[in-house]
């Protein structure tokens, strides 16, 4: 098993930076990536960026260049820095990991992040 716990949103005014974290306890030996999505009210859930645990990074066009993914594996934590923000980019971001043997995926409880105008 892993819990995943996220912290760091808030409120922030448009061309702001923020940055989320998430801890990941448990089963952690077996992560195979760690992930970022968010949910906007009325719209889909949407992956915004992944880390594999060896280090490969994937980005939402959406946010390609203004986001970056990164991860300290000694304390099992996966970050989120968000700069250039804008109101679009409002919505509950959730942190999700993915194990190995068995192949679990896992999920926090998110964290909302609003951007002003």
């Known amino acids: 098993q892993v819990q995943l716990v996220e912290s760091g949103g808030g409120l922030v005014q448009a061309g702001g930076s923020l940055r989320l974290s998430c801890v990941a306890s448990?089963?952690?030996?077996?992560?195979?990536?760690m992930s970022w999505y968010r949910q906007a009210p009325g719209k889909e859930r949407e992956l915004v960026a992944n880390?594999?645990?060896?280090?490969?990074?994937n980005y939402a066009d959406s946010v390609k260049g203004r986001f970056t993914i990164s991860r300290d594996n000694a304390k099992n934590t996966a970050y989120l820095q968000m700069s250039s923000l804008s109101p679009e980019d409002t919505a509950v971001y959730y942190c999700?990991?993915?194990?190995?043997?068995?192949?679990?995926?896992?999920w926090g409880k998110g964290t909302l992040v609003t951007v002003s105008s």
């Open positions: 880390i594999l645990i060896p280090g490969n990074t």
């Open positions: 448990g089963r952690t030996f077996s992560l195979r990536s």
């Open positions: 999700s990991a993915v194990t190995w043997s068995p192949r679990m995926d896992y």
